[in-house]
């Protein structure tokens, strides 16, 4: 994928982007709150993965099984800033794109610059009726990054962990002792956005 806005590029993933992969781990906001993105990842592993997702771009797909992941640059310098990802929550057979930036750059807009013109790529080229996106809700500015990219907030949720032994999934009082425990917990829950295709011209 390769896309130009005023003041970015989003491409395919290239070597030049391990240095900003490895920052990821040391950013603080990013770890608050995705704590598992990429943390304490070594150079083989990231070497690995800008090879499957540049794999992917050579065959010109803009997703695979492991879902999809873009690099944001500056126009200018050319400084790779963020990153863009996408994937399909098989769970729910929805499409959904995060956006991770580092730290040092937010606070410019690139952030919502970005997912604004790639969530129309996504949309359009696979013509998709709308794709997903969601936010812990501790996090204001992902959520306005969400709004300023097109996306409109459908509601609240509260997810489910699937992971979680403790809790008997087909027992109605199991489940219900489990989202009372998570209930008050500060990022237990996410806001859901969605953003959907543009409607066609004519009459």
């Not at 603080?28 to 070497?47: L, R």
């Not at 936010?135 to 949720?157: C, T, Y």
Request: proline share 1%; net charge negative; hydrophobic share 35%.
């Amino acid at each position: 994928m390769y896309i130009e806005t005023e003041r970015l590029i989003i491409r395919d993933l290239a070597v030049q982007d391990i240095g900003a992969m490895l920052e990821l781990q040391h950013d603080k906001q990013i770890m608050k709150f995705h704590p598992t993105f990429f943390n304490d990842a070594t150079i083989e592993y990231i070497e690995g993965a800008i090879s499957y997702f540049q794999g992917l771009g050579t065959q010109g797909l803009i997703y695979g099984e492991h879902g999809s992941l873009f690099a944001v640059c500056l126009k200018s310098s050319n400084e790779t800033v963020g990153f863009i990802t996408f994937n399909l929550h098989e769970l729910i057979n929805e499409w959904h794109m995060g956006w991770y930036f580092l730290s040092r750059y937010t606070g410019n807009g690139y952030a919502s610059e970005a997912s604004s013109a790639a969530s129309d790529c996504f949309i359009e080229t696979l013509s998709l009726e709308y794709i997903s996106a969601g936010m812990r809700d501790d996090n204001p500015a992902s959520f306005r990054v969400a709004q300023k990219s097109g996306f409109k907030l459908i509601e609240k949720r509260m997810g489910f962990d699937y992971n979680n032994a403790d809790c008997n999934v087909n027992d109605f009082n199991s489940v219900s002792k489990y989202f009372d425990a998570i209930y008050n917990d500060v990022g237990s829950s996410g806001y859901y956005f969605q953003k959907t295709k543009k409607p066609s011209g004519g009459i």
